[in-house]
């Protein structure tokens, strides 16, 4: 099989995201064999299959910043980590659906700490409702058009700031981080810390993708609350 083509996140300058659809079936000599170590202990036929889609996803959006032959591991909490030669200013993120899974990779630079990349899918909308009162702010989606959307924006955006700054999603990003300018057509989305900067795309099923590049600032400040 071919690898994906990595395309720039409009509105993200230097960000390239790639998308690898979960009913493509393994291709498991793609895998490097840390990242085949790991594939072979995981149980789940599902869990399987949207580690190799991601792997293979990060490693089509890091051939798009030179970044070739690393490997996609995990630390010990679950966040992704990069092994191999030239990965040192090397940054990749990666999301699960039912549908896709996503990666998004930026190189490190001076305002660059942090990549973070969420896929919202149409069947995450019924979830979100529910789940709404828990996380979104007073009045963060008033006067937004398209309020699913915007639901949908205000979800992705926080868990894109949670994985451009590693602190998971309890700790920082879902009680900190709101929506603060949100138009429904185009890459615009903004939200209210200092030192992020998102885009969103949606894909022509539905599904939103949402990208987020943390500063050095923002990473330390999220780091710090979340060890609070
Ligand atoms: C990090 C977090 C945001 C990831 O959530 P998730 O539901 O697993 O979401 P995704 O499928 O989008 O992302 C999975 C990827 O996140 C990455 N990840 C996991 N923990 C991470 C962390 N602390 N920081 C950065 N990235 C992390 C991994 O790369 C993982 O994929 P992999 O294991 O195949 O490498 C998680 O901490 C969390 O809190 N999720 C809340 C989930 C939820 O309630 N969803 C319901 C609404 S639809």
Do not use: C, Y
């Not at 529910?130 to 989606?141: P, V, Y």
């Amino acid at each position: 099989m071919q690898l994906p083509v990595a395309k720039p996140v409009p509105g993200l300058g230097g960000s390239f995201f790639t998308l690898v659809p979960l009913q493509q079936p393994p291709v498991l000599e793609l895998l490097h064999p840390e990242e085949k170590a790991i594939w072979d202990a995981l149980a789940a036929e599902s869990r399987k299959r949207e580690w190799w889609a991601g792997r293979i996803a990060a490693r089509a959006a890091l051939l798009a910043i030179d970044v070739e032959n690393a490997a996609l591991v995990r630390d010990e909490r679950g966040r992704p980590r990069l092994v191999g030669a030239g990965t040192e200013d090397a940054l990749v993120s990666v999301s699960h659906g039912r549908r896709w899974s996503a990666a998004l990779a930026a190189k490190r630079s001076a305002d660059v700490a942090g990549v973070g990349v969420d896929l919202v899918e149409p069947e995450d909308i019924v979830r979100l409702r529910k789940l709404a009162s828990r996380f979104l702010g007073e009045g963060e989606l008033d006067g937004v058009v398209d309020p699913e959307l915007g639901l949908a924006a205000a979800w992705a955006a926080r868990e894109a700031v949670a994985k451009a700054t590693a602190t998971g999603m309890w700790a920082f990003a879902m009680s900190r981080v709101h929506l603060d300018g949100f138009q429904s057509e185009g890459p615009h989305l903004e939200v209210d810390v200092p030192g992020a900067r998102l885009a969103k795309l949606r894909l022509e099923d539905g599904t939103l993708l949402v990208g987020a590049l943390a500063d050095r600032a923002l990473v330390d400040a999220a780091r710090a609350i979340a060890s609070q």
